[in-house]
């Protein structure tokens, strides 16, 4: 659930603070003061794409944040390797210059990550939705998700890449023989240069380490022979010197027990003193090189660097080409072979698909016949009764008869009044049909979604009377489970709220502002008389708002 949503500095809002809670929470305001910012603010720290004209004109960034009290994105935090929080803290910062800063709970994050999360917090249906619900593109995507077809639809997903695979393999293979002496050609010349080349895992650091050291063998041998000496090999040397310590500490140590754990230092001393002057002695001698190995060197780092740049990769990289390039050269040469196999293999995997695809659309069928009922169902609640409502599943008209999706072709079809043929959306419904059909596909939906919260971004568009009466019913009805925000121009449904914020449009040393209001009782009463009579606000009308809000308070009591 939302429970808080702060923005500052996003288009005429200078700073807002809107505390939301359970139910139907309404937001009413003129035109123009700024109500569907609102809805861009909540698109914005959910992830959605803005852009740095949102920011207010003179500052240098806008903020939105919002707060959630919800263990729907546990999975979310789990795949991000993020630690889960019960209430989670979202904050995006959008500078003047385009750039964006998102954070949840604290953790940076991507605007990738963001819409991620923010599709399962919140829903938002502005009024573009209604333009969504005439393409018919997107109703196999509305059954798919009210028959909850999700398993039979990665089966069948499976199957067909199986099958796409397949067929990119095989269409690898036919090509006419001069195109595949080309390629032979090609791929013979670079198994080749990368066999002759003789690579091997980490050479090229190994390389470049050796040349620096020959690079500076000079003073490196100084070093190393001025500290053998010291160690051992000079006159006084550390060895001879410590021997000697060593030797005078153990009779001492007959004398004195308190001496021996001293004297057993000074011997493990010079057995250390002894090994490192044979390490250095061992590496000293390993720094012998002859004349021409750093130019050998040199010639082999530029080959591998040649390759590298070539072929794009490192000698790992390299030895994985050659070996895939030796398995395409293989597959070339015996392609006739290959390809009877492959046919075989792609008419299994056909089979495979048709056969997930049926059972696909079995479920789709299904998920049809309660679709229609129940779209009708809510329609009639929002004053449609004469509606038809029909999901029309039919066959894909391709050579193969199906394709990503499945086998099936799905067209929502209405008929809004008796006597009426039946229709595509686009066609039949209106704008006011259209909002309803789509509330009631939302309400069909609710059930099988997790997500708590819903934004209706003036729903009431061209609805108006009794309609507008039952669409405020429904979204209340909706609040008994859900989340729901609402952003409306009419009384009807504002009067259904259990909580109402006013937008208002003020003016401050020449500076336009927009202010968000929680209204009581009173401030409710006077909004709705608004909303009722415009400017003209009488006791007439503040009766009849008070009557309406009666009204809802007796309803949402049922």
């Not at 139907?24 to 809805?39: D, F, H, N, R």
């Not at 992830?47 to 999975?75: I, M, N, P, Q």
């Not at 029909?390 to 193969?400: A, G, Q, R």
């Amino acid at each position: 659930m939302l429970t808080q949503l702060h923005i500052e500095n996003i288009a005429v809002i200078e700073k807002a603070d809107i505390e939301f809670g359970q139910g139907l929470t309404v937001l009413t305001g003129e035109t123009g003061a700024g109500k569907s910012i609102i809805v861009d603010s909540l698109g914005a720290v959910l992830g959605a794409r803005t852009s740095r004209e949102l920011v207010r004109s003179g500052a240098e960034y806008g903020v939105v944040s919002a707060v959630f009290e919800t263990d729907t994105a546990a999975k979310w935090f789990e795949e991000n390797d993020f630690e889960p929080e019960d209430e989670i803290i979202i904050r995006r910062k959008i500078s003047a210059d385009g750039k964006n800063n998102c954070r949840v709970c604290g953790n940076p994050v991507t605007v990738s990550q963001l819409r991620q999360l923010g599709s399962l917090l919140l829903d938002i249906h502005g009024q573009n939705d209604g333009r969504q619900l005439m393409d018919e593109a997107s109703h196999l995507a509305y059954l798919d998700g009210f028959g909850k077809t999700s398993s039979e639809l990665t089966a069948f997903k499976e199957a067909y890449a199986a099958y796409v695979a397949c067929k990119r393999e095989m269409d690898k293979l036919s090509m006419d023989e001069a195109e595949k002496e080309r390629l032979a050609d090609r791929l013979k010349y670079r198994i080749e240069e990368l066999e002759n080349a003789q690579l091997r895992v980490g050479e090229e650091d190994e390389l470049i380490a050796r040349r620096d050291l020959l690079r500076n063998s000079e003073k490196l041998t100084e070093a190393l022979d001025g500290a053998y000496s010291a160690l051992y090999a000079c006159d006084e040397n550390a060895a001879s010197l410590i021997d000697e310590a060593a030797s005078l500490m153990s009779r001492a140590a007959l004398i004195s027990d308190e001496l021996r754990e001293t004297a057993d230092i000074i011997g493990s001393a010079s057995s250390l003193i002894y090994d490192a002057a044979e390490r250095i002695r061992d590496f000293r001698d390993g720094l012998e090189f002859s004349p021409d190995e750093y130019d050998l060197i040199e010639t082999r780092t530029a080959l591998l660097k040649r390759l590298s740049r070539k072929y794009n990769a490192d000698e790992e990289g390299m030895l994985k080409l050659l070996d895939d390039s030796r398995r395409e050269l293989a597959m070339l040469e015996y392609s006739d072979d290959m390809l009877k196999k492959l046919e075989k293999q792609l008419a299994e995997h056909k089979n495979y698909c048709v056969k997930k695809a049926e059972a696909l659309t079995k479920c789709r069928k299904e998920a049809a016949i309660k679709l229609e009922e129940r779209i009708c169902s809510e329609l009639k609640d929002l004053s449609m009764p004469s509606v038809r409502f029909k999901v029309s599943v039919e066959p894909v008209e391709n050579e193969l008869g199906f394709d990503r999706t499945g086998a099936d072709a799905v067209r929502f079809l209405i008929s809004a009044n008796a006597g009426m043929e039946l229709g595509r959306i686009s066609k039949i419904a209106s704008g006011g049909e259209l909002s309803r059909i789509m509330l009631a596909m939302k309400t069909a939906f609710s059930d099988n979604d997790p997500i708590e919260t819903m934004v209706f971004d003036e729903i009431d568009t061209g609805v108006s009377g009794i309609a507008a009466q039952r669409v405020g019913e429904k979204m209340s009805d909706l609040s008994r489970g859900k989340q729901v925000l609402c952003i409306t121009h009419l009384p009807q449904i504002a009067a259904l709220a259990d909580s109402h914020d006013k937008i208002e449009k003020a003016e401050r040393d020449g500076k336009t502002f927009t202010v968000v209001k929680e209204l009581d009782r009173q401030g409710r009463r006077m909004e709705l008389a608004r909303l009722y009579g415009g400017d003209v606000i009488t006791d007439t009308t503040l009766a009849g708002a008070e009557e309406q809000l009666a009204a809802a308070d007796k309803y949402k009591l049922r």
